[in-house]
């Protein structure tokens, strides 16, 4: 196994001593790594100063790009912690040099891509015999869709979850995120992972092909099930069940505030109209039983709302809840910040970046007692450990290093003329102005702390993780 190139004390994780190489970009592969990372792998990140991953580019931390823009992105940040970052042309012998020192190399190309450089698997094996090697693709390495390009969002669609997405007379609708991405990040983790255990085993590595819409449609298996059983398909019902009555989200106290109720029997509906006070309307006939209650959802959902919107959203979950309601507020961003739930299990990360500054970034979503994961280094900016990694590790000359600088092959700026304004986003008041978003703070650096925490790692001087 391969061994940390970064001085550091080892730290005790599952994955100490694997090396990764990860030439990803977007959401799943990048996914697939840092979870790798975070359970103690060394991940090296790979990309091109001539292409860039276009993450880089999503959701900047102000208003006005910086000089360093191009490492500045939020979702860059988020999806690539815990790793070394270079820059190197696939093309070139340096990747093979890489190859021989890793245990595994993470990509999302077309499958057409990697034969066209002259480097599929077999190749590769050639320089590394017992290498892991995945690819994250939209439709998998086989089959006559295989070369067909792809992101997350098609997936929703392809996958057969956008379709049963919406409401009953409307048309299919997207969840609102790319919501195969994480589905098959995180399976291909999984997969690397039973991959080096039978490596421990055997000596022997393995291509891993993962199709996102095959792994997508491993989350839509009642749609299969229905038609095979019961020869049907389901129409589109919005918040509603198969069976449950009620079940939606339901308006509560202030601007876009909702909170979602799931009765799954007679029990909880009883538990539901205790909550509720026992008003008159829920001891109707109508609402006796689940059928009946399900026969009449719009009468019923009529009435939920109207005492729903006595209490804020938080307030109607705690009530419901105390009765044994399945209950749970519908929540925004800033509110998934500042819930107290996750505050007090320490979901949230506070990460500092030269680039960014304090950031509060997602944890982990899974708790290793003896080997918890964790976050010891921020995204990397472009080409930031070329020289730790090439040089120190690859072990090339000063003048070798040099010389692939000078032809844009390595480097810490982007090869392509790139104009910084083109890449701000529009005013938070335009946004609002277009609906692009729902609400907006000028004071969200005091409410998050973000100032406070900023002074404070300069008094530090160095990165501090928490969690």
Same mark, same amino acid.
């Given at each position: 196994?391969?061994?940390?190139?970064?001085?550091?004390?080892?730290?005790?994780?599952?994955?100490?001593?694997?090396?990764?190489?990860?030439?990803?970009?977007?959401?799943?592969?990048?996914?697939?790594?840092?979870?790798?990372?975070?359970?103690?792998?060394?991940?090296?990140?790979?990309?091109?100063?001539?292409?860039?991953?276009?993450?880089?580019?999503?959701?900047?931390?102000?208003?006005?790009?910086?000089?360093?823009?191009?490492?500045?992105?939020?979702?860059?940040?988020?999806?690539?912690?815990?790793?070394?970052?270079?820059?190197?042309?696939?093309?070139?012998?340096?990747?093979?040099?890489?190859?021989?020192?890793?245990?595994?190399?993470?990509?999302?190309?077309?499958?057409?891509?990697?034969?066209?450089?002259?480097?599929?698997?077999?190749?590769?094996?050639?320089?590394?015999?017992?290498?892991?090697?995945?690819?994250?693709?939209?439709?998998?390495?086989?089959?006559?869709?295989?070369?067909?390009?792809?992101?997350?969002?098609?997936?929703?669609?392809?996958?057969?979850?956008?379709?049963?997405?919406?409401?009953?007379?409307?048309?299919?609708?997207?969840?609102?995120?790319?919501?195969?991405?994480?589905?098959?990040?995180?399976?291909?983790?999984?997969?690397?992972?039973?991959?080096?255990?039978?490596?421990?085993?055997?000596?022997?590595?393995?291509?891993?092909?993962?199709?996102?819409?095959?792994?997508?449609?491993?989350?839509?298996? @009642? *749609?299969? =099930? &229905?038609?095979? #059983?019961?020869? %049907?398909?389901?129409?589109?019902?919005?918040?509603?069940?198969?069976?449950?009555?009620?079940?939606?989200?339901?308006?509560?106290?202030?601007?876009?505030?909702?909170?979602?109720?799931?009765?799954?029997?007679?029990?909880?509906?009883?538990?539901?109209?205790?909550?509720?006070?026992?008003?008159?309307?829920?001891?109707?006939?109508?609402?006796?039983?689940?059928?009946?209650?399900?026969?009449?959802?719009?009468?019923?959902?009529?009435?939920?709302?109207?005492?729903?919107?006595?209490?804020?959203?938080?307030?109607?979950?705690?009530?419901?809840?105390?009765?044994?309601?399945?209950?749970?507020?519908?929540?925004?961003?800033? @509110? *998934?910040? =500042? &819930?107290?739930? #996750?505050?007090? %299990?320490?979901?949230?990360?506070?990460?500092?970046?030269?680039?960014?500054?304090?950031?509060?970034?997602?944890?982990?979503?899974?708790?290793?007692?003896?080997?918890?994961?964790?976050?010891?280094?921020?995204?990397?900016?472009?080409?930031?450990?070329?020289?730790?990694?090439?040089?120190?590790?690859?072990?090339?000359?000063?003048?070798?290093?040099?010389?692939?600088?000078?032809?844009?092959?390595?480097?810490?700026?982007?090869?392509?003329?790139?104009?910084?304004?083109?890449?701000?986003?529009?005013?938070?008041?335009?946004?609002?102005?277009?609906?692009?978003?729902?609400?907006?703070?000028?004071?969200?650096?005091?409410?998050?702390?973000?100032?406070?925490?900023?002074?404070?790692?300069?008094?530090?001087?160095?990165?501090?993780?928490?969690?």
């Amino acid at each position: 196994m391969a061994t940390s190139s970064t001085g550091r004390a080892p730290r005790r994780g599952v994955l100490d001593g694997i090396r990764v190489l990860d030439n990803t970009v977007a959401w799943a592969g990048p996914l697939c790594s840092k979870t790798l990372g975070e359970l103690g792998a060394e991940v090296i990140r790979m990309e091109a100063c001539q292409r860039m991953d276009s993450t880089r580019l999503l959701f900047f931390p102000e208003r006005e790009p910086t000089e360093q823009f191009f490492n500045s992105g939020a979702y860059y940040h988020k999806m690539n912690r815990n790793k070394l970052g270079i820059t190197v042309n696939m093309s070139l012998q340096v990747f093979k040099e890489l190859i021989r020192i890793v245990d595994v190399f993470v990509e999302n190309h077309t499958p057409r891509v990697m034969p066209n450089f002259g480097l599929p698997y077999e190749e590769l094996c050639k320089i590394r015999p017992d290498l892991i090697m995945i690819s994250l693709t939209g439709y998998g390495q086989t089959g006559p869709y295989a070369n067909f390009k792809s992101v997350g969002t098609l997936q929703d669609a392809n996958g057969g979850l956008g379709y049963q997405t919406g409401y009953r007379d409307g048309p299919p609708r997207r969840i609102g995120i790319s919501g195969g991405d994480p589905v098959y990040g995180l399976y291909g983790a999984a997969a690397v992972i039973m991959a080096l255990v039978h490596r421990r085993r055997t000596g022997q590595g393995q291509h891993i092909d993962l199709s996102e819409r095959e792994a997508y449609m491993s989350f839509t298996g @009642e *749609l299969f =099930l &229905d038609y095979t #059983l019961n020869d %049907r398909s389901r129409t589109r019902m919005g918040n509603r069940h198969l069976w449950m009555a009620p079940h939606g989200c339901f308006p509560c106290k202030g601007n876009d505030k909702w909170v979602s109720i799931a009765c799954r029997d007679d029990r909880d509906w009883a538990a539901l109209v205790s909550a509720m006070g026992r008003p008159r309307w829920a001891q109707d006939e109508r609402f006796s039983d689940a059928l009946y209650r399900y026969e009449h959802q719009d009468e019923l959902d009529e009435g939920i709302a109207r005492w729903t919107r006595r209490f804020t959203h938080y307030g109607c979950m705690e009530r419901l809840q105390r009765f044994g309601v399945p209950a749970g507020p519908t929540l925004n961003g800033k @509110e *998934l910040l =500042l &819930d107290p739930h #996750l505050a007090a %299990r320490q979901f949230f990360t506070w990460d500092w970046s030269r680039y960014t500054g304090v950031r509060p970034f997602p944890g982990a979503t899974y708790r290793l007692s003896r080997t918890p994961p964790r976050t010891t280094r921020p995204a990397p900016g472009l080409g930031e450990h070329n020289s730790e990694v090439l040089g120190g590790l690859l072990g090339l000359s000063e003048e070798r290093l040099r010389t692939l600088e000078a032809r844009q092959v390595i480097g810490d700026r982007p090869a392509i003329e790139m104009e910084p304004r083109q890449y701000c986003p529009p005013t938070p008041e335009k946004m609002l102005e277009l609906d692009m978003i729902s609400e907006y703070d000028p004071d969200y650096r005091r409410v998050l702390g973000l100032d406070e925490r900023d002074r404070a790692q300069a008094r530090q001087g160095h990165l501090r993780t928490r969690g």
